[in-house]
């Protein structure tokens, strides 16, 4: 059983930057495309990220340019670089394990989910 622990969520105010940590453990990493969603309050859960098995990146128009995922295959870690954040990328940021190659944009696509991590982003 894949278990997928979050960290690194917070307050910061626009503009600035917070680097968000997946760990996974329980299963073979490597082999998963992994993503990054997330859900404010009252919206429904969005895709944000995915990197596939071979380390193709894929991004939401909303955080392109702004967010990058990566990938630590030794360490069994998904990151999030999250830089010039705005008010409206506040939300709980959820990791994600796919069986497909290379993931996907639908959250119903992923076998496995963390527990999420807030980020908070003030004036």
């Known amino acids: 059983q894949v278990q997928l622990v979050e960290s690194g969520g917070g307050l910061v105010q626009a503009g600035g930057s917070l680097r968000l940590s997946c760990a996974a453990s329980g299963g073979t990493f490597s082999s998963d495309a992994m993503g990054w969603f997330r859900q404010a309050p009252g919206k429904e859960r969005e895709f944000v990220a995915r990197v596939s098995r071979i380390g193709l990146r894929y991004y939401a128009d909303s955080v392109k340019g702004r967010f990058t995922i990566a990938r630590d295959n030794a360490n069994n870690t998904v990151y999030l670089q999250m830089n010039s954040l705005k008010l409206e990328d506040t939300a709980a940021y959820y990791c994600?394990?796919?069986?497909?190659?290379?993931?996907?944009?639908?959250?119903?696509?992923?076998?496995?989910w963390g527990q999420g991590t807030q980020v908070t982003v003030s004036r």
């Open positions: 994600a394990a796919s069986r497909r190659p290379f993931g996907s944009r639908s959250y119903d696509e992923y076998d496995y």
